[in-house]
């Protein structure tokens, strides 16, 4: 204890501003920090971006001594030997059109739906899997998500695309294995916020983990919660610390949050309230192009969230500022009393260090666009950073016997090209065809030099376990690669079904993983690896008729009863002339059964008979 | 000496022309022979050129394509294809082979046409014996057959099997019994199903061997061909284990014909009962449809001792219907097969109702799958009630076949019955 304050007295030594947007990963001095980032995007938009990050040194860990490290997932981690763990629940599509580049250069987001990978030590592949299963079991408990339907058909090993984060040392690097595994079906709701809450240490009632509410987080248009366990040793040498790092990403489309929480049905505005754009040429009484995407954003922190931040989480590191927004300088930002800001000297984005126990909101009022002292969009907010490549994927072909997948990839950059790896999951009812893999490429450089450069496939097995197809490309400059392949649509077993069948198959989005630039001069975002994800898809496949497993059972056995019966019927009888041979009709019929009975009778009297 | 000059003139034409149709058919239709290759009728998991042409990628690659739910078909075809050019690329060396094949099978048919085996075996001579169909006419109804072209051009691996046993019988009636035991077990390895075939092709070589002072017993010949087949077998393994470097292919390529755990449909009956089935019961109702299968083989076998030719020829009808995966190319062998019994056509009493159900299930079949799949207006059931009318056609014409085949070997016991009415007790 004496150590911890001694330390923490040292840190606020250390001047302020260091600490400002420390996004680059190292050791914070404090065991545990928050931060909420607030970044308003084009279209009305608001991205937030809420990170929560606690450590415990390793010693401590053995020991089973948590102090801001959750216990439940600590003890989780230690049973199954997990060296570095990945959770992501995703929901919505990030629009890089609009929106540029991903929050964390999309390292801390998921495919739609769960996600999970984990580097686990284990001497054979067998004891990995069963860890695996042990894992999956104990955090679909914890975050109340399905996770333990992460069986071996929807578990990959990834050859290419992950690489830890964390600091390992080599020699358990060596029996490590990483799976990966992913629910793209799984619905991201209220009861995996609450358990994803918990595990901070203020347990979201205090702190920036107080605006956090399922109603507006699950209603936003993008949102990811991440978990990512790892190791971390200074790299000024000392004791290794193992680090979670929590994180929740979420775009809010403000006109829909700030709608009261008592009257959430959207209705259409009345016709007098409609903001109209006035420079269309058929702009009259009754056409009305919308203005509302033009307008200037108007917002409280309160509003978008639904609740007032309540002062500062007491344990976290109080010399990082707790709330920062990424506006231009001649952006007006107004708070509550009592609150300090840090501008930063790129003049892009200012902080604010809060006083504990006091309620804190932000309020960003409506600039004017037109008038004396009109502003615009640039005034407003920074300008989205165009991404390092746009990926989208979509079905080709129709009818439910097979189709194909169409992959959209686009380099955006005019001058450099980009390398990544590109990985799919798919289930095993999705039966792709290989040698069907085509790239098309389309750009100013034009010449159709080969973009794969290395490919990796493990075909599906049925029933056993998915496709796995990872790909190594590069995409020269303001270029466009259309990757395409077929696929045979399998038909399952009538109870493999869902009780939804028609409604189709989730396919988990593919995940891109960019590569570091090898260039030294290229620019700090392409110098690290960077992560973006394709939507998921629906994958319809052929039904059965679910309501008569019985009749078909009948038809067919009738039908094979037929043909042996006629058959057998045909061998083993005797051909004689139609007059010929012993009579059978109705009336000889009738005197056999007639003998019989009468016959029978006589045994009885006989019999009756002998008794007496 | 004439007339044979001429014959074969005839015969080369009909191959010309078998050959020059399906050559056109390739050339002028360039998107046909993919179009029929995804055709669920043609093309069954365990013979589909797609599926083939991927183990072949992987193949290629040094992939396993064993070790995948795509690739069910012998080890040996890929070395084989891979010898040929990339069929993407150029088509024209795979149309080549598969109008050879198709040529080869007509030879062999051709020559047990001629052979007069049909009629007139070496325990039976059929009273209509005279009454029959020339090699010419039986090859030119194989060849110019609906079904044998649509099967070629779709260019399943089944035309393999096709070639195997119709030469495998075509050996066994010119009396070269290791010969014919070599071609079955080549069809036995391409596709399991052949080794059922086995029994009546062993009569048949021991009826047909040559007749010299050293003739063996039917048990010494028959444990004698068994051998050679199991040999065979064993070395063709061998090799599949050499090229593939595993034994994982023979789980994936007989495994799945005796699990069916792939369910494509297709024309037989197997897909949709194993769909609906509960899970409870799927092993005990895969054994009994195997056993169903193998059931004809004994009884036919001994109930016709006396034709082992027609006892084959029912068996490959049997199996059209009742195989795990079976396709319209295993009908196209039993209907290429059926003209060699012309002289019993007259006693088959369901002819027309035979040939209007298969018609009309030929018709309908590919119009209620498309209504099924793509235009979602109708459901499963109507592609299954149509593979269950075609499978009962099929089943009906063998059990006529079965019948004529009888009563003409009863008519010679009782000549004065010929054309009288009759029945059975």
Known sequence: ?612 | MNHGKMQTQATVGLYAAASALRLSLFILFPALPDLLTGRVEISTPVTSFKRFQEGLFLYNHNVSPYDGGVYHQAPLLLPLFSLLPDPAAYPIFTYLLYIVVDLLSAYALYQIAESGEAASSKLFTSPRKDKRWSGYVVAASFLFSPFTIATCLARPTSVFTTCAILHAIAKAIAGYPLTSMLALSFGAYLSMYPTLLLPPLVLLAYDRQRVDNTTPSLLQFASRCVATVSLCVSLLFSVSYLVTGSWEFIPSTYGIQLTLTDLTPNVGLWWYFFIEMFDSFRSFFLGVFWLHLSSYVGGLSIRIRSQPLVVLTLLLGIFAIFKPYPSISDASLFLAVLPLFRHVFPLMRYSFLTASTILYSTCLGPAFYHLWIYAGSGNANFFYAITLVWSLGLSLLVSDLTFAVLRDEWEVERPEMVGKEIRQI
């Open chain 1, 1 to 612: 204890m004496l150590l911890l304050t001694i330390q923490s007295f040292f840190s606020s030594l250390i001047p302020i501003f260091l600490f400002l947007f420390c996004h680059v990963r190292g050791v914070s001095a404090s065991d545990y920090f928050e931060q909420l980032n607030l970044k308003p995007l084009p279209h009305l938009s608001l991205l937030a971006s809420f990170d929560f990050r606690s450590n415990t040194t390793f010693s401590q860990f053995e020991a089973q001594s948590y102090r801001y490290f959750p216990r439940s997932l600590g003890q989780i981690l230690q049973h199954v030997g997990t060296k570095e763990l990945h959770l992501r629940f995703s929901l919505g599509r990030w629009d890089a059109e609009s929106w540029g580049a991903r929050p964390w250069d999309g390292t801390r987001e998921g495919g739609t739906g769960v996600e999970l990978w984990a580097w686990l030590e284990a001497d054979t592949d067998e004891e990995a899997d069963h860890k695996w299963l042990t894992l999956t079991n104990a955090l679909s408990g914890l975050f109340c998500a399905s996770l333990n339907f992460i069986d071996q058909t929807r578990t990959i090993r990834p050859a290419m695309s992950f690489r830890p984060e964390g600091d390992h040392p080599n020699s358990t690097l060596e029996n490590t294995h990483l799976l990966h595994g992913v629910l793209p079906h799984e619905v991201v709701c209220t009861e995996n916020l609450t358990p994803f809450l918990k595990l901070l240490p203020c347990k979201g009632k205090s702190g920036i983990s107080s605006l956090l509410d399922g109603h507006k987080l699950f209603d936003a248009s993008w949102q990811s919660m991440a978990i990512d366990i790892r190791p971390v040793c200074p790299p000024s040498g000392g004791e290794c610390v193992l680090e979670i790092e929590q994180t929740i990403d979420m775009v809010l489309d403000i006109e829909r949050s700030k709608r009261p929480r008592g009257n959430p049905i959207p209705r259409p505005p009345p016709g007098h309230d409609l903001k109209c754009n006035t420079s269309k040429p058929y702009h009259s009484g009754d056409t009305c192009f919308p203005a509302d995407l033009l307008d200037s954003q108007d917002w409280t922190l309160d509003q978008v969230f639904g609740k007032t931040m309540k002062g500062t989480c007491p344990l976290t590191d109080p010399n990082v500022p707790p709330v920062c927004i990424q506006a231009p300088e001649r952006r007006d930002v107004y708070t509550t009393g009592g609150v300090t800001e840090y501008k930063d000297p790129s003049g892009l984005s200012r902080c604010y260090q809060i006083p504990p126990d006091s309620e804190f909101s932000l309020v960003l009022p409506r600039m004017p666009r037109e008038g004396e002292n009109a502003k615009t969009d640039a005034d407003e907010m920074v300008v989205p950073e165009t991404p390092l490549l746009y990926a989208e994927r979509s079905f080709t072909g129709h009818g439910q016997e097979r189709g194909g997948v169409q992959s959209i990839l686009t380099n955006p950059s005019p001058d450099t090209e980009v390398e990544f790896i590109y990985m799919e999951s798919l289930p095993w009812f999705m039966r792709i065809y290989l040698h069907t893999l085509k790239t098309r490429i389309e750009g100013i450089s034009g010449n159709n030099e080969d973009v794969i450069e290395e490919i990796y496939y493990r075909p599906a097995l049925d029933r056993a376990r998915g496709t796995q197809l990872e790909l190594r490309m590069r995409i020269p400059p303001a270029s466009t690669v259309f990757l395409t392949y077929d696929f045979e649509k399998t038909i399952l077993r009538y109870t493999e079904y869902p009780p939804d069948a028609n409604r189709g198959f989730d396919v988990a989005a593919s995940v891109i993983t960019i590569l570091p630039s090898s260039d030294p001069n290229a620019p700090p975002a392409r110098q690290k690896t960077s992560n973006l994800r394709t939507t998921s898809l629906l994958l319809s496949l052929p039904t059965p008729d679910f309501s008569m497993p019985y009749n078909v059972i009948i038809f067919t056995s009738t039908a094979i009863a037929l043909a042996f019966g006629g058959l057998y019927n045909i061998l083993v009888r005797r051909f004689v002339a139609a007059d010929e041979g012993p009579e059978v009709d109705v009336t000889g019929i009738k005197g056999k059964i007639i003998h019989g009975v009468m016959g029978l009778l006589k045994k009885i009297k006989g019999a009756k008979g002998k008794l007496e």
